[in-house]
Every structure is written in structure tokens, then in C-alpha cells.
């Protein structure tokens, strides 16, 4: 291991929140608070989630009280509860932040970068090494196979995600942008929905798919009149996302404050 981390966890009782509690006592740091904003959850110890979590700290309902003793805030949370705890933050002395909450608006990316100047951020839209990998791929692709080919990129996620399309999704549509240097706004498709829905050239089209338990599937196709391309990727459980957000907070202790993201902490 690196340098042993105080770790608060935003959203602990959440699907991810609960992996990341795991997955950090596990790489041996120790897990100094958590946050719930839902109320069966808050005022019981960590012992309580019954992931055989060794912290014994209490669950909090506001954040600061959750990162009193953190020098690293890991929030999988929502929007509004991610800006709020950065706000905390900023005050509380806590010194990294790693967000893999997905779904902020430009005017919220750009309360984020605002924070990156007093605290060490690393935000992702996907935590995996094989995402950030194939977000690679995917503009190197766009760039040497010019605008005449089509760029589709389908995901599907689990019944209860809420954001659409995923912010995986759109990193790769940005990574696909890139390398046609555009940007994403001027690029993204509208959904192709109705009696005119015709496919406008150079456009790069999302398409969505929501069931069951599915942990995040993406795939991006390159298609010309003659052959079609495709570059894909399938979580196999959701223990990958939590992984790559441990992986980045140790590669974050030491760093100079900045908005760093997943292609920083894996060199690529
Ligand atoms: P979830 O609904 O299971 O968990 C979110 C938790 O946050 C809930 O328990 C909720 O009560 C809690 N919460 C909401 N507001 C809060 C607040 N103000 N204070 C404290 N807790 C609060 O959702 P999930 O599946 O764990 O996903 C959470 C987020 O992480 C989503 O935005 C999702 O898209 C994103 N996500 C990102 C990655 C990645 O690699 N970047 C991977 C998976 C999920």
C-alpha cells in the first residue's frame, strides 16, 4: 500500500458508496466517517451496513460532520449533494476530493473547476481502467477515421440509473469529439425520434437502454458504407468503480491542488 488515507465517504449506504467503504478498509485505509441523506441510515454506526466494515464511526447527515477527520472525501452521490459537500470542504480542511458522481450541468462542471483551486479534485465519469482505456481508443479511432464515418455510441445501465445518456457515455462522445477536434455541443446527435429523424452527417449519435441489474455496457461503432468498427466495454461488477476512485485517491496524496480526472492518475 501507499500512503495510508483518512477516508469519509459521501452517499455510504448508496449502491457505490457501500463498495468504496469495502474496497478502502480493505487496501488498509481508515474509514473516518460517512454521509446518508436517507434517514434510516443516519446516527447508526458503519458496523450497521453489514459489509463487515471494521469503523465503528457514526453515520452523518451533513458532510462536514462526515469529513471532520478526512484528508479524502469520496462522494458517489447526486448533483446537488456532490456541489454542497465540496462547499464543506473548501472549509473543513479536507484536502481531496474524488467525485464519480455523474449528471452535472455545465454551470455545476463549472462550480467544480471553481473548487480545484483550493482542494486536489479528481472527477471521472467511469473509474475503470478499461473505460479510460477505451476512451483513448475511441478518439485515436475518431481522429485517424475521419468525419465521414459514423459515430453511434449505445449504452445500457441498470433500471435505477437516472441520468441519460451515462456519463460514460458522453466521456466517450467527448473523446470521439476530440479527435475530430470538435466539441461535444456542436457534435451531439438529437435522438433520432419521429418521421424526420434522418442521421445528419458528421453528427455523433447516443442511444440508451435501461434493465435489470446491469452494471454499465458501452459501445462505440464507426460505421462507413463499407465495414463498421466497434469498440466496447462491460463492467462485470460495480467493485471495478471502486477500485479506480481508491486507486486515484492515493495517486492524489502529495498532488498539487487541481482538476485532475482518470487519464492523469493512469498515465494515459
Ligand atoms: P445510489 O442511489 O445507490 O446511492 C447514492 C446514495 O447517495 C444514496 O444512498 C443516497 O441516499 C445518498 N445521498 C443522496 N444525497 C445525499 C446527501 N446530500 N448526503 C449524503 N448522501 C446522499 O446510487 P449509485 O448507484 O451508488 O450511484 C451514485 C452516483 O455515482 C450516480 O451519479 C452514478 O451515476 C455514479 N456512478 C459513477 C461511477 C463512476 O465510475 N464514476 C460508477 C457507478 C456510479
Known sequence: MTTKLNISIAGIAGRMGRQLAKVAEDCGHS???GSEAHTDWIGRPLTDLGIGLASERLIEASASAAMQDA???IDFTAPVATLAALDAASSAGTRTAIIGTTGFDAAQEAQIAAHAKSLVIVKAGNFSLGV?????LVEKAASALGPDWDIEIL????RRKVD????TALMLGNAAASGRDADLSDLKARPYDGPDARRIPGEIGFAVRRSGGVFGEHEVTFGSDQEVISLSHTALNRAVFAHG???AAEWAAGKPVGLYDMKDVLSL
Open 245 to 247: 476512485a481508491l486507486k
Open 71 to 73: 484528508d479524502t472525501w
Open 164 to 167: 441519460a445518456p451515462s456519463g
Open 155 to 158: 449504452e445500457t445501465h441498470h
Open 31 to 33: 474509514l473516518t466517517g
Open 132 to 136: 479510460n482505456l477505451l476512451q483513448t
